[in-house]
């Protein structure tokens, strides 16, 4: 490093060892501080650029850079598969990481199998050992909960979204209110069914995500509380994928005559509505969703599909980033950043 200097001009008597007796460290320590190395106090790392500036071992430029933070590393683990809103959100976060940079924040995306707790656990704690926030749809198991609790010893930070993991040292969930979406959800299908009796039925992700439990609950308990002339028929599991809601909705359809109304707690609704089609009753049978994609948008226009909950996408990324910085500063983790809402959306009312 000395040599560097002297190749651009500077005094050959200021050295690392000048800076680090002015600063009182090693000169081991002047060398890891000075190449953005980690495990240095940051009250050391200031005496130590300090020393650097008042010496004028540094030019401007070169002290600049030093003094600027390690940009904030961000990893969104989500699902893969045919869930077209997961896919679209890890778009987003592809276009977020050029948008960001210029912040000094680095992010990115990857898509793990959805839902193997073990898979989720050994994809957490490897990218634990080189980021500083993690954000991802958790699965409610213990494994999963205490890799977080894990990570968190490591001060590294995770944030669920879209569903939450309950008793863990996550630092904040980024999602809807799953109670209240099954309930908007329950309210709306038992209102466009009016007054005919009939079944209905739930197509879920999965179980183990505490986001499609909970929104099953809240439907169910709204149908007892406001439409007693509706009966829940089961909840069938489609793993977010569009072939398997199509299987699931069609042994429905067949075994039912009297179904009236479908909802579709996960993604992949366009299997559901192929179902609905196929049967002739895409237009009598009220199917309520998640998700505003462009499939589930044509699925809204040609009437098949009559409502959508939706989390906004871009607000869900930033919200993260916001979050990560809160923590990343000593802040509480949601100062200034809004709860997300649920968007209903129709096809009378399409953004």
Same mark, same amino acid.
């Given at each position: ?7 651009r ?13 002015? @600063?009182?460290?090693?000169? !081991?320590?002047?060398?890891? =501080? ?8 940051? @009250? ?8 650097a500036?008042g /010496?004028g ?9 030093? $003094? ?9 683990l989500?699902? *893969? %598969?045919t ?36 898979? /989720? ?11 500083? #926030?993690i ?21 590294? +930070? ?6 939450? $993991?309950?008793? &863990?040292?996550?630092? *904040?969930?980024? #999602? /809807? ?12 299908? %038992? ?20 986001? +499609?439990?909970?929104?099953?609950? %809240?439907?169910? +308990?709204?149908?007892e ?7 829940m028929?089961?909840?069938r ?11 699931? &909705?069609?042994?429905? $359809? ?6 009236v ?13 192929? @179902? ?9 049978? =009220?199917?309520?969703?998640?998700? /505003? ?20 996408? +871009? ?12 923590l990343?500063?000593?802040?509480? !983790?949601?100062?200034? =950043? ?5 968007s ?8």
């Amino acid at each position: 490093m000395e040599n560097s200097h002297k190749r651009r001009g500077m005094s050959p008597r200021i050295g690392i060892a000048d800076v680090a007796r002015q @600063a009182g460290v090693s000169t !081991a320590t002047v060398d890891r =501080v000075l190449n953005h190395r980690p495990g240095v106090r940051p @009250a050391t790392v200031q005496a130590v650029l300090k020393a650097a500036a008042g /010496l004028g071992y540094l030019p401007q430029d070169d002290l600049y850079k030093a $003094l600027r933070p390690q940009p904030m590393r961000l990893v969104f683990l989500l699902p *893969a %598969g045919t869930n077209r809103y997961l896919n679209m959100l890890g778009d987003y976060v592809d276009v977020a990481r050029e948008q960001l940079e210029p912040f000094n924040v680095q992010c990115r995306c990857r898509h793990i199998e959805g839902f193997n707790p073990q898979v /989720l656990v050994d994809n957490l704690l490897r990218e634990g050992r080189r980021a500083d #926030g993690i954000a991802f749809m958790a699965l409610e198991h213990p494994l999963v909960r205490e890799a977080v609790n894990t990570l968190a010893e490591k001060n590294v +930070h995770t944030i669920t979204l879209i569903s939450d $993991l309950s008793s &863990s040292r996550r630092a *904040a969930y980024v #999602g /809807l209110d799953n109670r209240a979406a099954g309930r908007t959800a329950g309210l709306l299908l %038992g209102r466009f069914i009016g007054p005919r009796a009939g079944k209905v039925a739930m197509i879920a992700g999965s179980r183990h995500y505490r986001g +499609h439990e909970e929104r099953e609950m %809240g439907f169910q +308990h709204i149908l007892e509380e406001k439409f007693p002339a509706l009966r829940m028929v089961g909840l069938r599991e489609g793993h977010d994928d569009a072939q398997t809601n199509y299987r699931q &909705s069609r042994q429905l $359809l067949d075994q039912y005559p009297d179904l009236v109304g479908i909802y579709n707690i996960g993604g992949a609704s366009d299997g559901v509505a192929q @179902a609905l089609k196929e049967t002739g009753r895409d237009q009598s049978t =009220v199917f309520i969703g998640h998700g /505003l994609t462009p499939d589930t948008r044509a699925l809204l226009v040609d009437g098949s599909l009559d409502a959508i909950l939706n989390q906004n996408l +871009h607000s869900t990324i930033t919200n993260s980033v916001r979050i990560f910085a809160n923590l990343r500063e000593g802040r509480e !983790a949601m100062a200034g =950043v809004e709860s997300m809402q649920i968007s209903v959306v129709l096809n009378e009312n399409l953004p």
